[in-house]
């Protein structure tokens, strides 16, 4: 006997073989029982799910020699016919190849037929939103009142397409997508019953692969049989699906947990070598990384969708919210970026890399800095940097341009300063009404080739002094020297909207409700650290909440920014050569451009 493929092999055989579709069945079955039959039923879903296959068990129960009934007996004529597939009165169409007018004709010229064999005559359409428009005009009037003994069964996958007159005069039924847990426990029990020896993280690899289709799930555990000798393994499977497997996600995670750089490298090279589905391994990430947060918010929540419940819940007692919620938006936009990126490989790296590097607490490596041509990271360590040659530009500011000399540098040099002369005896002493501005001495004209001169750039100027806060007993202030503390992520980002008091051992920070209440005990861990390696481990920490007042870090460098931008606008407003520009030149300054130079925190 030639060999049956597992999913005709394994097509149910009775309403209580299907797997996952238990609120179409129950309403079926109740119909059934209570002979409240309609005449047309349309089944909706996926491919896969078992749309055909319900419409030929329906068909059975309508026809069973035992009479209508939701458990027909699988030994009348009947019964074995339909299985078999020849029973005379049971129709199947694929409306896919038979879309025309005519062959709706011919159908509902046929209807009126009484059934040959069995008590009803069952129409089986496949793929009904295939047929055109003029077939469904045809049809309309014998799906709405057919004869007594017809009954139509429609399957789509795509119902939208149909027209609202043909889903109007049906009982429409919507099958679900196979979960991974409905696909694995049923491909348990198929390969049991065959004999074949597998492993657990094969099967979810397989249903995770099929995609809720329970069809495609059994075809491909066939195909994965035939590749691993009649045995499922999950390397096997991986490798004939072109992914990885859950231990490789568990692997990569858990270097990213263990800021393990080396073996996060290592990993990607050996995964690299089975020429993966990148996309695919992100997307298994974002899935985990959600259903981690999921079990951090809600904890008991972790579901076994993907085999790995155990990971999902140890994971979640490891990382920190802010880790997960990072994994989770790093992987995202990865994925958006891998169609772009030159090789998928290096995008998938360069994610993985995202996620280690930038950790809420990963050290922070500035690039070198280069001086007089010499790097100075490369300096010996007492080396003090070299002094910049010039003071620094305002973002605004442009770099200089260079001036056409007239003939020699000593004649430009001499109208410069005729320039720079008359603009400060103009803001020296203004000129009355009515009296005409002299002229500016005229530019002669360039003898030889143009050398190119700089103009001199206005000073910016000093950066104010803000009000000076409270000292305490060592000359640490709060508000000023917070940044040497060196706290990052959440925790710095809370701890900066506080106010500080000390008294004794014990420093409190005074935080507003809405802060306080972002605060967990990780965070106050990080942050009590943190004070007891500048303070000492004799520090206590405690937080209360209340009004912070203006001595807080964040509104200390708000007003150091505020006065560092008047001051730079104040700058460009009183700059001699701008100003000139301006009443020369009708030139206007945009102040909303004007940014401060950077200054480097203290």
């Known amino acids: 006997m030639s060999y049956q493929v597992l999913a005709r092999k394994w097509r149910p055989r009775s309403f209580e073989d299907m797997v996952g579709q238990e609120h179409v069945l129950q309403a079926l079955i109740h119909a059934l029982e209570n002979q409240r039959l309609h005449h047309a039923y349309l089944f909706t879903g996926t491919r896969g799910v078992g749309k055909t296959t319900i419409g030929r068990l329906l068909a059975r129960c309508l026809n069973c020699e035992t009479g209508i009934t939701p458990h027909p007996c699988g030994k009348c004529a009947s019964c074995q016919e339909i299985q078999a597939g020849r029973f005379v009165d049971l129709i199947e169409i694929d409306a896919a190849s038979r879309t025309g007018v005519d062959d709706m004709r011919e159908l509902t010229d046929n209807v009126q037929y009484a059934p040959t064999r069995g008590r009803y005559k069952v129409y089986l359409i496949d793929e009904v939103h295939m047929l055109t428009n003029q077939s469904f005009n045809a049809f309309l009037k014998t799906l709405e009142e057919p004869p007594e003994h017809v009954k139509f069964l429609l399957a789509t996958t795509d119902p939208q397409k149909l027209p609202i007159t043909v889903l109007s005069r049906c009982l429409q039924f919507n099958l679900k997508r196979m979960t991974p847990e409905h696909i694995v426990g049923h491909l348990k029990h198929v390969l049991t019953e065959e004999g074949i020896p597998f492993e657990e993280p094969a099967l979810w690899l397989l249903a995770r692969a099929a995609d809720g289709s329970m069809r495609d799930a059994l075809s491909l555990t066939d195909q994965a049989i035939a590749f691993g000798n009649q045995r499922l393994t999950a390397g096997d499977v991986s490798n004939m699906l072109g992914t990885i497997d859950q231990r490789d996600i568990e692997r990569i995670v858990n270097a990213l947990v263990d800021r393990d750089g080396p073996g996060l490298m290592a990993e990607i090279a050996r995964i690299s070598e089975f020429a993966p589905d990148y996309s695919v391994i992100l997307s298994d990430l974002l899935s985990l990384f959600h259903r981690v947060t999921l079990e951090q918010v809600v904890p008991g929540s972790a579901d076994n969708a993907m085999g790995d419940a155990e990971q999902v819940r140890t994971l979640a007692r490891k990382l920190s919210a802010e880790d997960a919620q990072l994994f989770y938006q790093a992987a995202l936009i990865g994925r958006k970026d891998l169609d772009i990126t030159p090789d998928a490989r290096m995008g998938f790296e ?74 400060n005896a103009e803001l020296a002493e203004p000129e009355p009404e009515g009296v005409p501005k002299p002229v500016s001495p005229p530019r002669p004209e360039p003898e030889s080739g143009p050398a190119p001169v700089s103009v001199p750039q206005p000073a910016v100027a000093p950066e104010p002094v803000p009000e000076a806060p409270p000292v305490d007993a060592n000359g640490f202030v709060w508000e000023r020297d917070f940044r040497t503390l060196g706290i990052v992520g959440m925790p710095g980002n809370l701890a900066s909207q506080a106010s500080m008091s000390r008294d004794g051992d014990c420093i409190v920070l005074t935080l507003d409700p809405g802060h306080a209440r972002l605060l967990n005990s990780r965070h106050e861990d990080k942050i009590r650290d943190a004070l007891k390696d500048r303070f000492g481990d004799t520090i206590q920490l405690r937080i209360e909440e209340g009004a912070p007042g203006p001595h807080t870090p964040a509104a200390y460098e708000e007003r150091q920014r505020q006065a560092r931008q008047r001051a730079a606008e104040e700058a460009i407003r009183q700059d001699p050569i701008v100003r000139t520009l301006v009443e020369r030149f009708e030139a206007r300054v945009v102040e909303e451009s004007i940014r401060p130079a950077e200054t480097p925190r203290r």
């Open 350 to 423: 360069m994610t993985l890399l995202r996620m280690l590097a930038f950790r809420p607490g990963s050290d922070r490596r500035e690039p070198p800095a280069l001086t007089g041509g010499r790097d100075t990271a490369g300096a010996d360590a007492g080396d003090e940097p070299e002094p910049a040659p010039e003071a620094p530009r305002t973002a605004q500011e442009p770099e200089p341009e260079p001036v056409t000399a007239p003939g020699d540098d000593d004649n430009d040099e001499a109208w410069l300063a005729s320039l720079d002369a008359q603009a």
